[in-house]
Each structure stands twice: as C-alpha cells, then as structure tokens.
C-alpha cells in the first residue's frame, strides 16, 4: 500500500511539474514553499489575499496553494499517507487541534522552538495542545470552544450548574411548551467526545492523567449519569439528539424549540440572522456548567501550523506560519469567517468587537475555560472507543459504569500497545 | 500419411502463439488479481499502524488473526453481517419469486412494469441509503408520520438509536433496492421453462400449487442459485447501505464486516490488523462461492439428465 501511494505520489509531483513548467527550485533562486488548504468560499478568498500580501512583503519566496479536502478525516488520511511516504511537500501542513501529537511522536513535523515563536501572547490551553515530549510542534491559528447557548428571554443569567440548567430547562418545557430544554451532539462521532469531556471537566474529572486512562472515575461516571438522566429521567435531552451533529442541534436551537444548547461559536453568528432564525437577538454564550468538584469546561478544538519535517526549506515556511498568525491576520480572518484568534491580546482591541460575532468578553470568557482532549499520538483510536462505549450508555444498550469501565480497559490497551502505556518512557521520537 | 514431425512442430508452435496472446491476460490477472491479494496475506502478518510508525513494521505472525478472534466487536460484525444476509436475501428471494411469477404473466402493459420495476437497482445505493434515512429520521421522517397516522405509534420513534429498529431501513432499503434484480433474474428462468410442461401437469390433474412445486420450482432452481450467488456474496460484503444510514449504531450494533474492516483500514489506518480481516472476509465470501458452485455445477449435470 505505501510503496503505490510513494509512486503515485511521485507520478503526480512529475506531472505536476511538468505541467506547470517549473520544479520545485526555480531558476531565479526563489524558493517555493507549499500550503495545503481549503481554495474555496470565503476561506480560500481570505488565504489567497493574506498570502498575496506575504509574497509582496517577502519578494524571495513564492507560497503555492494546494488544494486538500475540507472534510477532517480525509485531510488526515490524505496528510499520513504523504508524510509516512517522506514527501518534502506540502512544506506547511494545517493541523486540527488532535493531530499535533500524533504528527510530532511520527517524528513527521518540525518542533518550532529554534524559530523562538511569541508563546507569552497565546492562549495557554491552545499552546499545550501543541506540545509533545515539551517541545511545541505547530502554532495555534485559530481556535475554537464548545460553548453553552441559552436564551435571554428564559432566564435572567446563565446557569452556573448542571443542577440549575436541568430545572430552567424542565420549566421552560412546562411553562413555555418549548419541546426540548437542552440539546447538543449526541450522534457517534468526535462531537459526542467533546460534549461529555465539557460535563465529565464539570465535575472535576479527565481521560487521561498522564500514561493511566482514569476516565472511568468517579467523576467520569457522574458525568455520564447525568447525561443520561436529562436523556431519560428528566426529558430534557430529547433522545434524537442521540442521532444529532452540530447541525441538527443549530436547527433545533434556532427555531426556538430549546432553551440550550451546545455548540461551536460558529453558530453564533447564524443564528443572529433574524431572517432564517427565530431567536435572534434573544440569545447569548457562557461557559458550560460546573459542579463544585470541577470547572467549567470548554472542549478545545481548532486549526494549527505546523512545518513538515522533511520540508527543503523549513526557514520559508516557518516565515509564512509567522505572518498568518500575526494580529492583523487574525483580526482578518475573524472578520470574514468569524473564527476566534488565539491571540489572548486581540480580545481587549476593539477592532475585534465590531468583526466578531460574539462580544469578545464573552468569547474570552469561555476560552480561558477551553480545556486540550487529551494529549497523545493515539487520540483519534482512543476517542473511537470511547464514543462507542458513550453512544453504547446513552442509548442503554450498556450501563454507564460497565461502559466507562470497558471503555477505560479498552483505551489502556490501545496506549501500552501504541508504547505510550504506563511504565513506557523513551518509546517515541 | 503426413509425416509426423512437422504436424507436432506446427502444434508446437500453435502453442507458442497461444501462450503469447494470452500472456497479456494473464499477466494482468497477477496484476490486478493476485498481485494484491498476496500484498494482503504479507501484510496481514506483520505489525503495519501507520498511526503509530514508531513501532516499526516487525513479523508478527497470526498475532492479528489472533487478535481479530478475540475481538467480541469482530464476532458482532460477524453476527450483523450473517443476520443481514439472511433476512434480506431471504426477503429478496421470496418477494422477487412472487414478482417474477406476476410479470411472467401476459397483461396490458408488460413491458412498462418490467422496465418500471428496475427503478429502485438503478438509483446509487449512497443515493437510496439517503432517501431511507430521510425517511425514517425521527422528527421528520414519513415513516413516523405515517405509522402515527394509522394508530401504530403512539409517539414518534426515533428509529436509529435502537438496536433491534436501527436495522428496519437497513434491511428494507436492501430488499427495496435489490428484489427487482432477483425478480429480473428469475423471471428469465421462467421464461425458459417450455409451456407443454404445464399442460401435461394440467392433463394429468395438477392444480396451480402441485403445478409451481413439481413443474416451476423444479425447473427454476438453476436460476434461483445464480440469484442466491449473487445475492449472498453482495450482501456478504454490505457496506455502503449500513455506512450512510446508520455509520453502524447505535453503538456497533449494525456494524457489519465489511464497515469495521473499512474502519480498522482506512480510519485507524491499521494496515496489517486491517488486512488480516480482509483476508478472513475473502476467506469466508471464498467458501461461500465454492459451496455455491458445487451446488449449482451439480445441479446443472443434474438437469442435462
């Protein structure tokens, strides 16, 4: 399988030479770097302007653009397969928050600190995301954070626990016919992880403490049961959010069915739309509920910049993640596709106000809670298996604390199998 | 009274000729064919997780079949997937007999029906999965409304997230999709069945039932086994259908081979656990198909009498 992808790969990067008239090193002596990403939308416009200006400001380098799929799962097998084949391009490579560990361990991706980047003006959370063996691999571009939407016209304030959410939502259903209370990502996938890591961070637990699995805690199993009891027992969750995306929740919300609802911020700025939502300007954003054992809780989510190990000119590109995540970036790339810098020094500039969505206090409020899934080489294998066992729970084909505690057996396996396992130590690059 | 030597070398060298043009045919049989299946078998005993490269790729014998036994999500997928090819090739075989019975009949319009009945096989199985799964979505699917109508829900179901009602659209999406194929494929049968046949069964008392068991079904069963063959080695291999509607939940509990073959392959990227399964799923589709072909070789010297 990998020696046809390398001769694809090859085939490819031939013709595609040929077909352009040029190599990789042009003749004039400028370098060439390349970025793979989205050419199209609102995106692609805003790339191709900022790259534009990079190229005007950095006359010896020329950034091409590759086109790459935008769906996540396709990128990363589409990025493995390259890089397990030791292509020197794409030079840069745009990471979802979850892959830096798993690239960095590979050894397929560069650690940035001999370029010394800015750390103190990041997010701290989104910097920690990036790390691995203590040295940062990638560099946060933009973020993004599960958040709590809740109705200005229900309630006076956001709830401050899961306690309070339950009982504002039970009373919106009986007093205002609203027919769900609560609604977030339930269906089988990456969002069901990020919705309970936000409750199980509520009560004070985690998946991961070092090399040992203890999501099947105490807390771990709190989290879950309380999950389950707004599914059931309390009615507020409606059971079809057991089949739902990030979609099928914004429908629900925006059409003023429910008093809350979880989601990323892009929704924010939909859902303001008063001719496609029945709840604009009736709505706001606050961190997750907590209890008193735990915080509340921001699932931390997200696009970085990384640099591609076997890259010929790692200095260039290193040059162009610089200037993509310089301020007058960010504030570009907030204001045409509403994403949330990490940059913790844009949130106090006005600027920001008027091209984000989301009043900036608010959405800094909830960064500052925004908490990494865990940090590891194998967390795509290990989210897997916990959405089946969670998705197993909520729709009781499994009890909660056998899932958590087949759930927690079944992850150990997979790290000390992957080497990462207790006791491992020097087992990675 | 030709000599013999030049006849032999002329047949000699036929043969030369032969072999040269079928060369090309050959060859790409071990390309396309062979080649990668023996790629599979060499993968599947070596450690290849293009996750975690930092294992390296060692010889690890049958530790991936072995890890495939012991997997229970594996002897689920195993059960999924034989109780998928059971109920809707049975399904397909019963509703596509009854269907076929019915076009081989003369009536106004024939034609019409045979081509109308080829719908559902030409819509993309991606396309179809889709269209059930509108259909059976739990706040604005037609089925829920429908069943509501009639008093057979009290509520609307949410269909998807039950194990046992997750398997519904699955299965009716299947048969909906391929008894037209099954029904076409017997209905030919039919046809090639001599009409005298039924008019000595007539002469000689046979009513209508004695008529299909001694005459039809009798005469049909070559062209049944080549339906079941096809049918079963399809069904076998289910993935697209159950990948769109239900990804294989709630949970696993519509996760059939071939999807958690696809995960450990192309999600976990798990080359050589991935081809283990892959090679015990070729096992077993392989034992099928012989099985098969005993039965209707048999059965075709059988009926040459």
């Known amino acids: 399988m990998h020696v046809r992808v390398r001769g694809l790969r090859e085939w490819a990067l031939l013709l595609l030479g040929a077909g352009a008239g040029c190599g990789r090193a ?8 390349t970025f793979p990403g989205s050419v199209v939308g609102a995106e692609g416009t805003v790339l191709r302007r900022q790259l534009g200006r990079f190229m005007a400001s950095h006359p010896g380098i020329r950034v091409v653009q590759r086109e790459t799929p935008d769906a996540a799962d396709q990128r990363h097998q589409l990025y493995v397969q390259w890089l397990n084949a030791g292509a020197s391009d794409p030079d840069i490579l745009q990471l979802d928050v979850v892959w830096t560990p798993e690239f960095a361990a590979a050894g397929w991706i560069l650690p940035l600190d001999r370029f010394s980047p800015d750390t103190a003006a990041f997010f701290p959370a989104t910097l920690a995301a990036n790390r691995w063996r203590d040295s940062l691999f990638a560099l946060p571009w933009f973020v993004d954070v599960g958040m709590l939407y809740w109705r200005t016209d229900l309630a006076a304030a956001p709830p401050a626990t899961f306690d309070q959410l339950d009982s504002i939502a039970q009373r919106a259903r009986a007093e205002r016919g609203l027919p769900y209370g609560l609604v977030w990502q339930g269906a089988r996938y990456e969002g069901l992880v990020t919705t309970f890591l936000e409750y199980l961070g509520g009560y004070g637990g985690r998946i991961l403490d070092g090399n040992r699995v203890v999501v099947g805690s105490g807390a771990g199993l709190a989290a879950l049961t309380k999950m389950e009891d707004e599914l059931y027992r309390l009615g507020i969750v409606p059971p079809a959010a057991l089949t739902w995306h990030e979609e099928e929740t914004r429908f629900a919300f925006q059409n003023g069915q429910a008093a809350f609802m979880r989601n990323w911020p892009y929704a924010y700025g939909l859902m303001q739309d008063s001719s496609s939502s029945a709840v604009a300007g009736r709505f706001a954003v606050a961190p997750m509920p907590a209890t008193a054992d735990g915080a509340p809780t921001a699932a931390l989510g997200g696009s970085q910049l990384a640099v591609n190990r076997n890259s010929e000119h790692p200095e260039a590109a290193w040059a162009v993640i610089d200037f993509l995540t310089e301020p007058e970036q960010m504030r570009e790339r907030a204001g045409v596709v509403g994403q949330f810098p990490t940059r913790v020094a844009l949130y106090d500039d006005p600027g920001l106000a008027a091209s984000l969505g989301i009043p900036p206090a608010e959405a800094r409020r909830v960064i500052e809670r925004a908490v990494p899934r865990p940090v590891t080489p194998v967390y795509t294998q290990l989210s897997e298996i916990l959405q089946i066992h969670l998705h197993r729970a909520l729709t009781r084909q499994e009890e909660p604390a056998d899932a958590l505690a087949a759930a ?3 992850m150990q396996r997979l790290l000390d199998r992957a080497g990462l396992g207790a006791g491992a130590s020097g087992a990675t690059r | 009274m030709r000599p013999a030597e030049p006849a032999a070398g002329l047949e000699r060298e036929e043969a030369r000729v032969a072999w040269r043009l079928v060369l090309p045919a050959l060859g790409t049989i071990v390309l396309v064919a062979l080649f990668p299946l023996m790629w599979t078998l060499w993968e599947s005993v070596h450690l290849h ?4 490269p930092w294992l390296g790729r060692p010889f690890v014998g049958v530790d991936n079949y072995l890890e495939a036994l012991r997997d229970p999500r594996f002897w689920s997928a195993l059960a999924h997937t034989l109780l998928f090819t059971v109920t809707s090739v049975g399904l397909e075989l019963g509703l596509g007999l009854g269907l076929a019975l019915a076009m081989n009949r003369g009536f106004r319009g024939r034609g019409v029906v045979r081509a109308a009945v080829l719908i559902p096989w030409a819509i993309p199985t991606v396309v179809s999965a889709l269209l059930w799964r509108f259909m059976f979505d739990g706040q604005t699917g037609i089925a829920n409304a429908v069943l509501v109508n009639l008093g057979v829900l009290r509520a609307p179901h949410v269909w998807f997230i039950h194990a046992w009602s997750a398997w519904v659209p699955v299965i009716l999406a299947d048969v909906w999709k391929t008894t037209p194929f099954v029904a076409l494929l017997l209905l030919a049968g039919l046809q ?3 009409p005298s046949l039924y008019e000595a069964a007539r002469i000689d008392g046979a009513g209508a039932w004695r008529q299909f068991r001694y005459v039809t079904l009798p005469l049909l ?7 079941l063959i096809f049918r079963t080695l399809d069904a076998f291999r289910v993935f697209d259908l159950i990948y769109v ?12 081979l071939a999807l958690y073959t696809f995960n450990a392959l192309l999600q976990n990227l798990r080359f050589g656990y991935g081809s283990a399964l892959s090679v015990i799923v070729f096992g077993i589709t392989f034992a099928l198909a012989l099985l098969y072909i005993r039965l209707l070789g048999a059965d075709l010297v059988g009926g040459k009498r």
Do not use: H, K, W, Y
Request: aromatic content about 0%; overall charge negative.
């Open chain 1, 26 to 33: 042009a003749p004039t002596g400028l370098i060439e770097v």
């Open chain 1, 408 to 410: 927690q057996g079944e």
């Open chain 2, 49 to 52: 997780d293009l996750r975690m």
């Open chain 2, 192 to 194: 090639n069945i001599d």
């Open chain 2, 221 to 227: 069963a070559p062209a049944i086994l080549v339906a």
């Open chain 2, 245 to 256: 509607l239900t990804g294989g939940g709630p949970g696993t509990s519509t996760e059939p």
